[in-house]
């Protein structure tokens, strides 16, 4: 059964650290994985991968993929409190391609 | 606005009762999804269109869930004899035709539905 798993499951840190959140993957032919920032809200989108080892960057916001290990990061630097969100992973395969597969997400809270 | 928008972004009704929650989509978006999602989990997968064609059902959509997308533009979505577990966020998104698999899905702002 294919699955996302995301880590760790909560974090908490001080504002202008550097926190990675961790996503790994086992599914059957793969095609991108993507990050999202949910808030209160709906989730927005904020990158794609499909390549291993290209750093995609917005901001202080960048993510990169490990299509070997089957597993990406998302690295925040400097955070600020407006990052506390909670960051989800989710996974397009070949046999899903209209439907993502998600992981639970990580708890980001980011103190003053 | 030219976002998904959904509505009602709250919804709170008695067990028993049907409800029927609304999306519409990004103009050109021809794929359109509906998720729902629970405290501290992911969103789950529900039903997907592409125009008014419904290609995919999960096996979580019961037979008291029926999706509709009449003219491939706005998508309903009706929850008949509500039950206490169908309480969740139910979220709806679309995206572009792109090469499947390799466009992103843009999200509504949900409606929160409660069942007493």
């Known amino acids: 059964e294919d699955k996302v798993v995301q880590s760790p499951l909560s974090l908490v840190v001080h504002e202008g650290d550097t926190v990675t959140l961790n996503c790994s993957y086992e599914?059957?032919?793969?095609?991108?994985l993507l990050w999202y920032k949910q808030e209160k809200k709906a989730p927005t989108f904020l990158f794609m991968l499909t390549s291993s080892g290209i750093e995609k960057k917005s901001g202080r916001l960048s993510s990169i993929l490990d299509k070997k290990e089957l597993f990406s990061i998302l690295n925040i630097t400097a955070t600020q409190t407006g990052d506390s969100a909670v960051y989800l992973c989710a996974v397009h395969t070949q046999y899903s391609n209209y439907q993502l597969i998600w992981g639970a997400g990580t708890k980001l809270i980011i103190k003053p | 606005d030219t976002g998904v928008s959904q509505d009602p972004r709250h919804k709170i009704t008695k067990r028993g009762q049907n409800v029927t929650f609304r999306c519409d989509p990004i103009s050109e978006h021809n794929r359109l999804y509906w998720y729902r999602q629970t405290l501290g989990q992911g969103p789950e997968f529900l039903t997907y269109?592409?125009?008014?064609?419904?290609?995919?059902k999960s096996r979580l959509l019961s037979d008291r869930f029926s999706a509709e997308r009449p003219k491939g533009s706005f998508s309903t979505l009706e929850i008949q004899r509500t039950e206490q577990g169908d309480s969740a966020m139910y979220l709806c998104?679309?995206?572009?035709?792109?090469?499947?698999?390799?466009?992103?899905?843009?999200f509504g702002p949900g409606t929160r539905l409660t069942v007493l």
């Open positions: 998104a679309s995206s572009t035709p792109g090469l499947a698999g390799l466009n992103e899905q843009f």
């Open positions: 599914v059957t032919n793969f095609r991108s």
């Open positions: 269109f592409q125009n008014e064609a419904q290609l995919e």
